[in-house]
């Protein structure tokens, strides 16, 4: 049961790609949809699809289920200069495995198109995968007391954690 892998990369407008890198992609990227599973018998022969659900995104190494609004692909570039995606790996297992390649993120701020590398908690990677805004922005767009008012509550809903993945997860809200 084999999750079909080589899907191209859009574009890669980088004329000088390293032979293998990290690159960085938002959950909701195109190349998350429609994706499907494949069954073969024990001769190899394809049996049947099943869909995948957009949201199930599954970190290749240890099988992880990655709830993060940015997600790492290892990409590989064939002779011909293709990219490919090789795997979606979680940041345990990057760091585990991969930590030596060079990593690629053209993630940026919609409102201040600085690059986007990392979010303080799930509320604020939830509101960028609506809004596309770095955390600095979310910060300063935001009401402090508001925003903090809504991390209380947040900690609170933390105690039950499967609970907010849960939210989290289903936020394509297909
Ligand atoms: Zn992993
Ligand atoms: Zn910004």
């Known amino acids: 049961m084999n999750e079909e ?13 390293p032979e293998r ?8 990227a195109p190349f998350f949809k429609n994706r499907s599973w494949k069954f073969y018998d024990v001769n190899g022969d394809l049996t049947g699809t099943a869909k995948v659900p957009d949201n199930q995104i599954i970190c290749d190494d240890c099988n992880l289920l990655m709830i993060s609004a ?13 990219a490919y995606i090789e795997k979606a790996d979680c940041k345990e297992c990057i760091e585990k495995y991969y930590s030596s390649l060079p990593v690629i993120n053209r993630i940026k701020c919609r409102t201040c198109s600085n690059k986007i590398e990392k979010f303080k908690n799930k509320i604020s990677e939830k509101e960028f995968l609506i809004s596309s805004m770095c955390q600095d922005c979310q ?9 903090e008012e809504f991390e209380d509550n947040f900690s609170q809903h933390d105690a ?5 993945d849960e939210k989290f997860t289903h936020l394509d809200g297909d």
């Open 139 to 147: 910060d300063y767009v935001f009401e402090k007391g508001k925003k």
């Open 70 to 82: 940015i997600i790492d692909l290892i990409i590989y570039m064939d002779l011909e200069g293709k």
């Open 5 to 17: 892998k080589k899907r191209l990369v859009p574009k890669p407008s980088n004329l000088d790609l």
């Open 160 to 164: 039950d954690r499967r609970e907010m």
């Open 21 to 28: 890198f990290i690159f960085k992609v938002r959950r909701d």
